[in-house]
């Protein structure tokens, strides 16, 4: 018999060899041998470790005897000793769980509609333009093969004012799948505005924009200048007048009093008046007030100038009590 034993005092090993014939000298010895004291089975955290009951030391030589093969008995202590049985630890499917798949999947479904041609921006159908051009309306959108999701109406209506000066009003209305429908209205120009060599139309309420298209029956002013103007920071730039609205109606006024064919004038510092055919300015002021007395002085002057053989350069009755020519 061969005994191994460790250093820790609760826990023995012990390794016995059988052979299948045994000696009277080793059954001798077998019997003198102590009793083995009888070990508890231990439950550790409910796992039960089953141990083999004390037998007689000649029952199991004979026992022993009658199989030929080695056998081996081993006993340790296990009291102290933790055990864990594997285990496969699954995912709670919970309320979670279901938030993170809608949410990957209306994720998928945003980024498929977002590059779908279906919703490509093809052109706006534009109504109500007269001098506008629909393909200058598509080009101020800035939508071209962009998603229709891009359109925010409000926008867009902002954009187009901004971009185009000459519209009154802008609508506009997203029809998925891909549809802007666009419908305008635009000023109506009263006068044609030419300044430092250039031209713009004016509308009844002062709003100057680029010329586009045609346009008939306009007054013709030439300008030496911008025309004083108190800018409102309540309404947006689109919608700030450039020449002040009753100078526009004073333009209007005097214009049948024009000779025609004769461009009126406009003066920041004389007012409005025309070019007469005869080599000279006149100018009435800034407003039409008393407009009809004021034609009749300009008369009876000209006709003292012609008479006294005068050519002048400017004749002014912007105060009808006190003119003057020069």
Known sequence: MIKYKQDTPRTQFVRQR????????????????????????????GLFLPVEPRVDPRRRQARSSTNA??????????????????????????MRWISAILTAALLFALYSLWNSSMFA???????????????????ALHLEDEPIFKAVPSQLETSLRAAFPELKTVK?????????????????????????????????????FPPRGTAEGLINVVAAGAPPI?????????????????????????APHVPAGVPMVYDPQYGMGWQDTRGWQVFFGQTTEDI???????QAIVDMLVREGRQPTLISLAYLDSPFYK
């Open 292 to 298: 009809t007395l004021k034609i009749e002085a300009y």
């Open 230 to 254: 108190q800018l409102d920071e309540t309404i947006p730039v689109y919608e700030q007048p450039y020449v002040p609205p009753e100078m526009v109606r004073a333009l209007i006024a005097m």
């Open 172 to 208: 506009v209305r997203v029809v998925l799948p891909n549809r802007i429908i666009v419908e305008v209205t635009e000023r109506t120009p009263v006068l044609a505005w030419y300044q430092n060599d250039a031209l713009a139309l004016v509308d009844v309420n002062g709003i100057i």
């Open 69 to 94: 093969r080695q056998q081996y008995e081993f006993g340790f202590s296990a009291a102290n000793t933790r055990v864990r049985a594997p285990a496969i630890t699954l995912p709670e499917f919970n």
């Open 18 to 45: 059988r052979t299948s014939r045994t000696s009277p000298k080793d059954r001798g010895v077998i019997a003198r041998q102590p009793a083995v004291p009888s070990r508890r089975p231990s439950t550790i955290a």
């Open 121 to 139: 921006f093809a052109g706006a159908e534009v109504s109500g333009n007269i001098r506008l051009g629909t393909p200058e309306i598509n080009t």
